[in-house]
């Protein structure tokens, strides 16, 4: 039996996630930002880095002490074009908005701005940021590394994080072009969605310390937290589906989210040491480059535009009725949720409403009920 759906208003879980948020100690300012890259992602479907994200990746940390409510980013070097941010395992969000933003003003008055963090947390939906830069009709770019899980080409240790390699562009469509992805198969989001509802994992996304894929989701989570199971890359095990592709990438980001801001990489964000459990102190990248140091803002949109709109007028397979281009499935997502909400299925029906209880935020409570 297919699990029960409920829409909310954005506005109302935006606003309880800010009051909550508050009384867990996160600035009001702080936990704006915060809420607005949660919600954005349900907007445009990324539910796996959505609102229901809130309790078990930065509430329970706080909890936990290994991860700082009040954010002190501190920025230690800094030229025209670039920084290097140190977010004393502040809140991701906030860390990685004010980067970005650091970055797009750079941009806009040297042409092209970069900024490279370390020390900071789980930033959320990685598309938040380079979506900032579309909106100044610039090009985004970000990547962060995570704790480790997946393994490389012809390896079964869980190595490198999922580490997304994020992309927007501005078009003169109704929407940017917006790619956002793991260089894994998959990442971990998505394995927790399938836990929720009960689902198996497709074979080839995790494997076990033999090779052997593993599908049952929510041995999965135990397994990749402990090291028993690693992600397989973009491309999947071995060469012959090209695994070694997005083995390479991962690692280009792992590169660039540490080896510039000498932050900690790989088994260094596995958030435990001596069997306690610490802070993961992960490091981001944001690149920035304004279009009006190229061309003219609009050819750039129509040129992007007219590529985007070519490739989905091109001769598709038989039995396939459409061809997508990045962004367009997000936008199609927001047009049906625009004027619903997020969608809540009952186990995060039910999370929420305990935590309505938990902080004495009973006007909210009827949302979650029923």
Excluded at 237 to 252: H, I, L, P, R, S
Excluded at 266 to 271: A, D, E, F, I, Q
Excluded at 320 to 327: L, M
């Amino acid at each position: 039996m297919a699990q029960k759906e409920k829409f909310i208003p954005f506005e109302v879980i935006e606003k309880f996630m800010v009051e909550v948020m508050a009384r867990a100690g996160i600035p009001e300012e702080d936990g704006k930002i915060i809420a607005d890259v949660l919600v954005k992602a349900d907007k445009l479907g990324f539910d796996s880095h959505g609102v229901n994200r809130l309790k078990p990746i930065y509430l329970d940390r706080i909890k936990d002490g290994i991860l700082n409510p009040v954010t002190q980013m501190e920025v230690v070097k800094e030229t025209p074009t670039t920084a290097v941010v140190d977010g004393h395992n502040g809140m991701g969000h906030v860390i990685s908005y004010k980067s970005m933003q650091m970055a797009i003003d750079k941009a806009k008055k040297y042409g092209m701005g970069m900024v490279a963090v370390r020390n900071s947390t789980h930033y959320g939906f990685a598309g938040y940021y380079p979506l900032m830069a579309v909106k100044e009709n610039m090009i985004g770019i970000t990547g962060t590394n995570a704790r480790p899980s997946i393994a490389p080409t012809f390896g079964v240790e869980n190595m490198l994080g999922t580490n997304p390699l994020t992309f927007g562009l501005p078009t003169d469509e109704d929407f940017p072009f917006l790619l956002d992805c793991a260089t894994s198969i998959t990442q971990r989001g998505k394995v927790e969605v399938y836990a929720r509802q009960g689902k198996d994992l497709p074979k080839g996304w995790v494997i076990d310390k033999d090779g052997v894929s593993k599908t049952d989701s929510k041995e999965v989570l135990q397994d990749l937290t402990e090291g028993k199971a690693a992600f397989t890359p973009l491309g999947g095990v071995g060469e012959e589906t090209a695994g070694y592709k997005g083995y390479g990438y991962a690692t280009v980001v792992e590169i660039l989210s540490a080896a510039l801001q000498q932050g900690a990489y790989m088994k260094m964000l596995m958030g435990y040491k001596d069997g306690k459990k610490v802070p993961y102190p992960l490091g981001h990248f944001f690149i920035v480059m304004d279009i009006n140091a190229f061309t003219e803002p609009d050819d750039f949109k129509k040129t992007a535009g007219n590529i985007l709109r070519d490739l989905r007028a091109s001769q598709k397979m038989p039995g396939e009725q459409r061809i997508y281009t990045a962004g367009e499935k997000e936008h199609d997502t927001w047009m049906y949720r625009k004027d619903k909400g997020v969608p809540f299925n009952q186990a995060l029906l039910d999370e929420f409403l305990a935590l309505s209880k938990q902080y004495d935020l009973n006007d909210y409570a009827s949302y979650f009920e029923g």
